[in-house]
């Protein structure tokens, strides 16, 4: 792999802090100079597809606050909000639950400033409980649920490779007008964490998630702490693989990795059965993964669709039909994406799973 580079201050840079680098850094980083969200951008979430896919999110979150026991308190947090459609779309669902919305704190938790100023844009004429935080402190006393959207594959990732027992780590080396990527001998406590997962065991190539399972640490004191629990919805696969699937979109086309760099989005498929595996090491119960499709039926969205289409013409509806297939097609989003949900209450029976 080779490409015309500069802006890459060091010689020789690991996977994780490539990534990081070109999605986070706050002049140049992609997430910190561009809206990358719609037609325009270089993507779509779920959430630009259809209002009803948020909605379903809505319905899901009211119904495991009723699960936690109505409690008086309950602490929202959705983790790295994008441009804000999910948000503006859930406190309109909210307002629907006078209870429930009298109850809600709803905290916005985002690392882009550039980013918070689009949301800000779009929410702030919907409600005035909502607020944006950069880590949890503010999040005290009633239970929390913290949710993400294509969340945890816009984190960097580690990468190794196993060869005869030895455990290397990928790296980028910097030449004068190019990169490739070389490996070298990985630090002996990475190789003593990869080798404690069980879901790892027996693959020759990792992808291991170290800044996300460290996000993730303090999301679980915060639901160790209060009750509650975190809902993940993103692209990847259930059994562990050999695969090395970082990848780079721009304008809705693959692009190569070490091009267009601070201008491309990176990203990975997450392993949701090493995902399963942290959770569980971390103390908290875990509801068997699914797939979008499977969650977003369970949730009632062909019932919501239904009712939709009763005000609709016959071009509205066909639109919808379109939105809602690529939400629900096994080809599409349907199965490719799965969702996980890690928590602490005595109640398991949070819908959306059996």
């Known amino acids: 792999m080779k490409t015309n580079i500069n802006n890459l201050n060091q010689k020789s840079i690991a996977v994780d802090e490539f990534f990081n680098n070109a999605l986070f850094d706050k002049k140049k980083g992609y997430y910190s100079t561009k809206n990358p969200f719609g037609k325009k951008g270089d993507f779509v979430t779920a959430p630009n597809i259809s209002d009803i896919f948020s909605e379903i999110i809505g319905i899901w979150i009211i119904s495991t606050w009723e699960k936690l026991g109505k409690p008086k308190k309950i602490n929202l947090v959705e983790l790295g909000p994008g441009d804000g459609s999910m ?37 702030k004429i ?43 780590e990928k790296f980028f080396r ?4 190019e990169i490739k990527e070389f490996y070298k001998k990985a630090k002996n406590s990475d ?37 509650g629990g975190i809902l993940l919805i993103d692209y990847g696969y259930l059994q562990s693989q050999n695969l090395n699937t970082l990848q780079s979109i721009r304008k809705h086309k693959k692009n190569d990795i070490l091009k267009n760099i601070y201008k491309a989005d990176i990203t990975y498929l997450v392993n949701f059965n090493l995902l399963s595996e942290f959770f569980f090491r971390n103390n908290l119960k875990v509801k068997k993964v699914v797939t979008q499709k499977f969650f977003l039926e369970k949730m009632g969205i062909v019932e919501r669709a239904k009712i ?21 097609d096994r080809k599409m989003m349907g199965d490719l994406f799965k969702v996980i949900f890690a928590f602490k209450s005595n ?7 059996d």
């Not at 993730?216 to 915060?222: A, E, H, Q, V």
């Not at 109640?347 to 799973?353: E, K, R, S, V």
């Open 87 to 123: 948000a503006k779309i859930l406190v309109r669902t909210f307002k629907r639950f006078p209870k429930f919305y009298s109850s809600a704190y709803f905290f916005l938790y985002e690392k882009s400033d550039l980013l918070i100023k689009i949301q800000k844009k779009k929410i």
């Open 126 to 168: 919907e409600s005035n409980k909502v607020f944006w935080i950069k880590d949890f402190k503010k999040i005290k006393n009633g239970p929390v649920i913290f949710f993400g959207n294509e969340f945890f594959d816009a984190i960097p990732i580690k990468q190794f490779q196993v060869q005869k027992g030895h455990y290397l």
């Open 174 to 177: 910097k030449s004068k007008y």
């Open 191 to 227: 190789e003593k964490k990869l080798r404690s997962f069980n879901s790892l065991k027996g693959l020759n190539f990792i992808e291991y998630p170290e800044l996300g399972f460290q996000e993730l640490d303090k999301i679980i004191k915060k639901i160790l702490l209060l009750s």
């Open 308 to 328: 939709l289409k009763k005000n609709m013409n016959k071009l509205q509806v066909n639109n919808l039909e379109r939105r809602l297939h690529r939400l629900l």
């Open 347 to 353: 109640n398991d029976d949070i819908l959306g799973f």
